[in-house]
């Protein structure tokens, strides 16, 4: 090619406007656009902008981010799936993105992924620093550490938390709920003077504030991370006569409400968001067998559906499991689903050959098997710098 004719090329992209460059890098895979971050000023300045990160979370690429837990070190991986019909083996198809150690900024090993929203990862402190937490995002290599929030959080009291954004303003907020355990058999007027607590972080303010808890509830000690859905955290919960609910937390108007009554009657099941789209229960309560329900249309309680009827004895695997919770990630075209247990291992279930073969993203050391999590995750860039009043640094 002549060399003028190429510098030309070159001039014409770079000086396109910026809504249709915005178009064009959007539709790039993800390491893809990292890289074109570094050709000019122009560029590297349009990524950290609210409307390209937008843009790009319009057309999410979903992934997963897994941590890795072996030899008292702790690294994360984050990757996307390549979700198309007939894969004879997911394990081997997915696209890895980047490798990060989170104690590059948090400074400890005991740090573990809490929550993700929009490609911002809440990671959270439980040994050396009582509820410490760190927002990350490891696209744009930038991290905020949140003022430690006051209050008892040792055993047996219970705390849940949440990560959302509202529906109206797009504000980021973190939710921590505290309550003190239930001991009496009058459960009624047990519940009724129980010790219920709530405050919330919102990004850019730099400081806790308390908002009313709503009508006293026990929360399910296995879903203690509340799952998010239209601008809405979502908490397993049981009220005075045992009836099994979801309560519901609207980010906007910050004030609590019963969702749904569930159909299933056991609180030890796990609630998790699928296809940004669905709420899901999996009810692993059963020592025979692991039962996922899908709410098909949201806030309709009749559109609760049974889709998947694991036998637990079916597989060698899963035969040794009783009541460790099961974590439903993700259901592919082709209806095989990524599930987690525990903080043990990974595996999908494939439904034709009634198999649950693990799904391994690390290499591990076969003499300390160490602890996995994994958390459902889009990357984006979303800049932390966006956030007023905060202490952005990088990693």
Same mark, same amino acid.
């Given at each position: 090619?002549?060399?003028?004719?190429?510098?030309?090329?070159?001039?014409?992209?770079?000086?396109?406007?910026?809504?249709?460059?915005?178009?064009?890098?959007?539709?790039?895979?993800?390491?893809?656009?990292?890289?074109?971050?570094?050709?000019?000023?122009?560029?590297?300045?349009?990524?950290?902008?609210?409307?390209?990160?937008?843009?790009?979370?319009?057309?999410?690429?979903?992934?997963?981010?897994?941590?890795?837990?072996?030899?008292?070190?702790?690294?994360?991986?984050?990757?996307?799936?390549?979700?198309?019909?007939?894969?004879?083996?997911?394990?081997?198809?997915?696209?890895?993105?980047?490798?990060?150690?989170?104690?590059?900024?948090?400074?400890?090993?005991?740090?573990?992924?809490?929550?993700?929203?929009?490609?911002?990862?809440?990671?959270?402190?439980?040994?050396?620093?009582?509820?410490?937490?760190?927002?990350?995002?490891?696209?744009?290599?930038?991290?905020?550490?949140?003022?430690?929030?006051?209050?008892?959080?040792?055993?047996?009291?219970?705390?849940?938390?949440?990560?959302?954004?509202?529906?109206?303003?797009?504000?980021?907020?973190?939710?921590?709920?505290?309550?003190?355990?239930?001991?009496?058999?009058?459960?009624?007027?047990?519940?009724?003077?129980?010790?219920?607590?709530?405050?919330?972080?919102?990004?850019?303010?730099?400081?806790?504030?308390?908002?009313?808890?709503?009508?006293?509830?026990?929360?399910?000690?296995?879903?203690?991370?509340?799952?998010?859905?239209?601008?809405?955290?979502?908490?397993?919960?049981?009220?005075?006569?045992?009836?099994?609910?979801?309560?519901?937390?609207?980010?906007?108007?910050?004030?609590?409400?019963?969702?749904?009554?569930?159909?299933?009657?056991?609180?030890?099941?796990?609630?998790?968001?699928?296809?940004?789209?669905?709420?899901?229960?999996?009810?692993?309560?059963?020592?025979?067998?692991?039962?996922?329900?899908?709410?098909?249309? &949201?806030?309709?309680?009749?559109?609760? @559906?049974? +889709? #998947? =009827?694991?036998?637990?004895?079916?597989?060698?695997?899963? *035969?040794? !499991?009783?009541?460790?919770?099961?974590?439903?990630?993700?259901?592919?075209?082709?209806?095989?689903?990524?599930?987690?247990?525990?903080?043990?291992?990974?595996?999908? &279930?494939?439904?034709?050959?009634?198999? @649950?073969? +693990? #799904? =391994?993203?690390?290499?591990?050391?076969?003499?300390?098997? *160490?602890? !996995?999590?994994?958390?459902?995750?889009?990357?984006?860039?979303?800049?932390?710098?966006?956030?007023?009043?905060?202490?952005?640094?990088?990693?």
């Amino acid at each position: 090619m002549n060399p003028k004719m190429k510098n030309n090329n070159e001039a014409f992209i770079l000086n396109l406007p910026p809504e249709i460059i915005i178009d064009i890098l959007t539709r790039l895979p993800i390491q893809s656009m990292i890289s074109c971050k570094c050709v000019c000023k122009k560029w590297l300045q349009l990524f950290s902008t609210p409307v390209f990160s937008k843009f790009h979370l319009s057309k999410p690429t979903p992934g997963l981010i897994v941590q890795l837990t072996q030899n008292e070190e702790k690294f994360c991986k984050i990757v996307e799936f390549e979700d198309i019909l007939d894969l004879q083996n997911h394990n081997l198809h997915y696209k890895p993105v980047l490798k990060f150690d989170p104690s590059s900024f948090t400074g400890s090993d005991s740090t573990s992924i809490l929550c993700s929203v929009n490609g911002l990862i809440c990671f959270h402190e439980y040994i050396n620093k009582l509820d410490a937490f760190y927002i990350c995002n490891p696209i744009t290599r930038e991290y905020i550490t949140l003022p430690q929030p006051n209050g008892n959080t040792m055993y047996p009291n219970i705390v849940t938390y949440g990560l959302g954004v509202s529906s109206v303003t797009s504000q980021y907020k973190v939710v921590r709920i505290f309550h003190e355990p239930l001991y009496s058999i009058e459960r009624e007027s047990n519940l009724r003077n129980l010790k219920i607590e709530c405050i919330v972080y919102t990004l850019g303010t730099g400081s806790w504030r308390s908002i009313e808890p709503g009508e006293p509830y026990e929360y399910g000690t296995r879903t203690f991370v509340g799952a998010f859905l239209n601008g809405n955290l979502h908490w397993l919960v049981e009220d005075s006569e045992r009836v099994l609910l979801i309560l519901c937390l609207d980010l906007e108007t910050e004030l609590f409400k019963p969702f749904s009554r569930a159909p299933f009657l056991n609180i030890g099941g796990s609630l998790t968001v699928l296809e940004d789209c669905y709420l899901c229960f999996c009810d692993f309560s059963s020592d025979e067998e692991i039962v996922i329900w899908i709410m098909k249309e &949201y806030g309709v309680e009749d559109s609760w @559906t049974k +889709e #998947v =009827v694991i036998d637990k004895y079916q597989s060698e695997d899963l *035969g040794a !499991i009783t009541y460790e919770a099961v974590y439903v990630l993700k259901v592919f075209k082709d209806g095989e689903i990524l599930m987690l247990w525990e903080d043990t291992f990974l595996f999908y &279930y494939c439904d034709k050959t009634k198999s @649950t073969p +693990e #799904v =391994v993203f690390f290499e591990r050391d076969m003499y300390n098997y *160490g602890y !996995i999590d994994a958390l459902l995750h889009t990357s984006s860039f979303v800049s932390l710098g966006r956030f007023a009043l905060e202490n952005v640094s990088s990693f």
